[in-house]
């Protein structure tokens, strides 16, 4: 039921929120938590507001646990803890999408093998993609049984913007679902580059001033209240965690423009891929030199 010019429109006086818990696994949504791969009605659930802020200091903890993604480069040079957040920067095709689902994939064997309360739950949330490529992805994650771990939250680039400016934010709110109850959760964020693209889009329509590279100036503040939200609890509030990997696509390798550096200062570290080593067929084409993780030799 599309709106048109001229239709009455009525305010619901809600603020906006998406069903949250393990109803959610195995399910495709969109941005407004609306199931869309033709499996029912979701089962039973809780509501959870998009925009919460973020925990404090005194309920946080130091990232001290690994969250092993099952890629040796990964884990040996730049690794992982949970409640980290791990940037993923790179030119088109060079296997940014591959890390983040091999990762997923991984967890498999590791949640199959190792206790209950070591689980980790996996949302994935593309941005502004393709829809046969999230269509793809379903098939990829189905056919491994990785989808009974998973949550897939689908913004594809045939959405109006506003529901691509949701769509992280979504999947945040339905990852703190096990951060805040003692589990662990991945976020992947595929990619924040297209979530400014969308944001950019509705302050220009909405005649905001524009600032550098047409940006609002408040882009900085859409990442870090979005990222912030991905932390280890400390062991009063359950010892929940939520980690995040954001991907972000760069412009002919030039990780200094304004969103890339931005995601940089706000992340733990960065994975760096470049299309050279990805050609030479090096996979994963990691930058060793460029990518760093700033809290890794606490987790290894």
């Given at each position: 039921t599309a709106i048109k010019e001229g239709d009455l429109v009525k305010r619901t006086g809600s603020i906006v929120d998406v069903p949250a818990g393990r109803a959610m696994l195995g399910r495709?949504?969109?941005?407004?938590?609306?199931?869309?791969?033709?499996?029912?009605?979701?089962?039973e659930h809780e509501r959870r507001r998009?925009?919460?802020?973020?925990?404090?200091?005194i309920e946080r903890k130091s990232v001290h646990e690994p969250m092993q993604t099952g890629l040796k480069a990964v884990d040996s040079l730049v690794p992982i803890g949970r409640?980290?957040?791990?940037?993923?920067?790179?030119?088109?095709?060079?296997?940014?999408?591959?890390?983040?689902?091999?990762?997923?994939l991984n967890q498999k064997e590791m949640n199959s093998k190792g206790k209950e309360n070591e689980t980790l739950y996996c949302v994935y949330v593309a941005v502004g993609q393709k829809r046969s490529t999230v269509a793809q992805?379903?098939?990829?994650?189905?056919?491994?049984?990785a989808l009974d771990y998973s949550v897939l939250v689908a913004a594809t680039a045939s959405d109006p913007a506003?529901?691509?400016?949701?769509?992280p934010y979504s999947g945040c709110a339905m990852g703190e679902y096990f951060r805040d109850n003692g589990m662990h959760a991945l976020i992947i964020y595929d990619d924040l580059s297209k979530q400014a693209v969308a944001s950019r889009q509705m302050s220009l329509l909405l005649r905001r001033p524009p600032g550098r590279e047409a940006f609002p100036g408040d882009v900085f503040y859409l990442h870090s209240r979005l990222l912030e939200r991905a932390s280890k609890?400390?062991?009063?509030?359950?010892?929940?965690?939520?980690?995040?990997?954001?991907?972000?696509?760069?412009?002919?390798?030039?990780?200094?423009?304004?969103i890339p550096t931005n995601v940089?200062?706000?992340?733990?570290?960065?994975i760096c891929l470049e299309t050279e080593l990805f050609y030479?067929?090096?996979?994963?084409?990691?930058?060793?030199?460029?990518?760093v993780s700033r809290v890794g030799s606490a987790a290894q």
């Open positions: 495709v949504v969109d941005a407004l938590g609306v199931p869309i791969d033709g499996k029912g009605a979701l089962g998009v925009e919460v802020k973020a925990p404090g200091i409640g980290q957040r791990e940037l993923i920067i790179g030119d088109r095709q060079t296997g940014k999408t591959a890390i983040a689902i091999d990762t997923i992805l379903v098939q990829i994650l189905s056919e491994a049984n506003p529901l691509q400016f949701l769509a609890r400390s062991d009063q509030t359950g010892a929940g965690s939520l980690t995040a990997l954001p991907v972000i696509e760069t412009q002919a390798g030039d990780v200094s423009a304004y940089i200062s706000i992340t733990d570290g960065q030479r067929g090096i996979r994963p084409a990691i930058n060793v030199g460029l990518s």
